[in-house]
């Protein structure tokens, strides 16, 4: 790695958004080398990694967030100047099922990177060492802290909308993004907070929705919908989230939140119909399953506990005082996301 470059720590890069932001964030900022550290769960994969794997100023370290003196010999080995904190637990699902690995990881996990940060660039409350004045913590959170929407359209999560979380998950989110804020007034630590929408495109893991609608398609298995299907989420393209974590890290004021959003509403079932319309044409159901249309494979299936109506942000902060907007629609989004799966799932 490169010895005047500034080197920051950046969590959890073997998921989904991590393994898009790394190949990204390399290419664009040449004066940065990054060290991930990552516990490689079942949802993190190296093989989303594989692009950069060699790259003079990438370096892995497998190891665990809550693991204080391994966060403290990577500080102090690698002088780090910065830290992006992806590393989470954020299956819902297993939330329901396991929740207290989501408070150890979620909840611990931040406390000793933002102690650890805190330690290694501060002499103490409200000063900073002099070599480590611009150093930051950039938190990655989720819109699910916020709790569920009415159906008005005008209703839209915004920075100052009350937590009010629903699952262990989002629970646990919200309970990070507090301490979070909490080093930032106790402290003085520079720490900025970014919630994000339904992230989606390539890499993600096969459980989740997008994936899983598409992998069950292809193999003629039933495509398994919650309850009526019309929960709404708001979708963004997973590098336009990335664009959007860039720009909060270099150019978001400490102490802030700005929430990342795709303005793209859309319910289970328009994902599953826009999905099966692409898959239609592309692989033609007829040759392969014998149906006219894989939209005849949707099945609904007993709701998720606790699940949420809607969600949609309201991205207007970021756009207005960072100058950030989403370059994909859906509809571009989707198509690009469709087409990786399909060579992922070729290649199997």
Request: net charge negative; hydrophobic share 30%.
């Amino acid at each position: 790695m490169n010895n005047t470059n500034k080197t920051i720590l950046v969590t959890g890069c073997a998921g989904f958004i991590g393994s898009n932001f790394v190949p990204y964030f390399l290419e664009k900022h040449e004066n940065y080398n990054i060290v991930n550290l990552d516990l490689l769960t079942y949802a993190g994969s190296l093989e989303n990694l594989k692009e950069v794997e060699n790259h003079p100023r990438y370096k892995f370290i497998k190891g665990d967030i809550c693991n204080r003196e391994l966060v403290e010999f990577i500080f102090n080995e690698y002088d780090i100047q910065g830290v992006i904190h992806f590393a989470a637990e954020s299956h819902v699902d297993n939330s329901i099922k396991n929740p207290g690995v989501f408070v150890e990881t979620n909840v611990n996990g931040t406390c000793t990177l933002l102690d650890v940060a805190k330690n290694y660039w501060m002499e103490k409350p409200f000063i900073y060492k002099e070599k480590y004045n611009d150093c930051r913590f950039h938190h990655i959170s989720t819109d699910e802290v916020y709790g569920t929407l009415s159906d008005d359209p005008n209703d839209l999560f915004t920075e100052t909308t009350p937590y009010a979380p629903n699952s262990p998950y989002s629970a646990s989110k919200a309970s990070s993004d507090m301490i979070v804020r909490s080093y930032k007034e106790t402290y003085g630590l520079n720490t900025v907070i970014t919630n994000c929408s339904n992230n989606y495109g390539p890499k993600q893991h096969d459980e989740k929705l997008i994936p899983t609608i598409i992998r069950n398609a292809l193999s003629g298995n039933p495509i398994p919908i919650y309850g009526d299907g019309k929960n709404i989420r708001d979708w963004l393209y997973v590098l336009d989230h990335c664009k959007g974590i860039d720009l909060a890290y270099h150019k978001g004021k400490a102490g802030e939140t700005y929430n990342i959003g795709g303005r793209n509403e859309r319910t289970n079932l328009q994902i599953v119909d826009t999905i099966c319309k692409i898959l239609d044409e592309k692989v033609p159901p007829k040759e392969r399953i014998g149906k006219e249309s894989y939209k005849e494979l949707v099945t609904f299936v007993e709701d998720r506990a606790g699940h949420d109506r809607r969600y949609a942000i309201d991205a207007t902060k970021i756009e207005n005082e960072l100058g950030w907007k989403a370059d994909e629609t859906f509809e571009t989004g989707i198509l690009k996301t469709v087409e990786w799966y399909l060579d992922k799932y070729a290649k199997r």
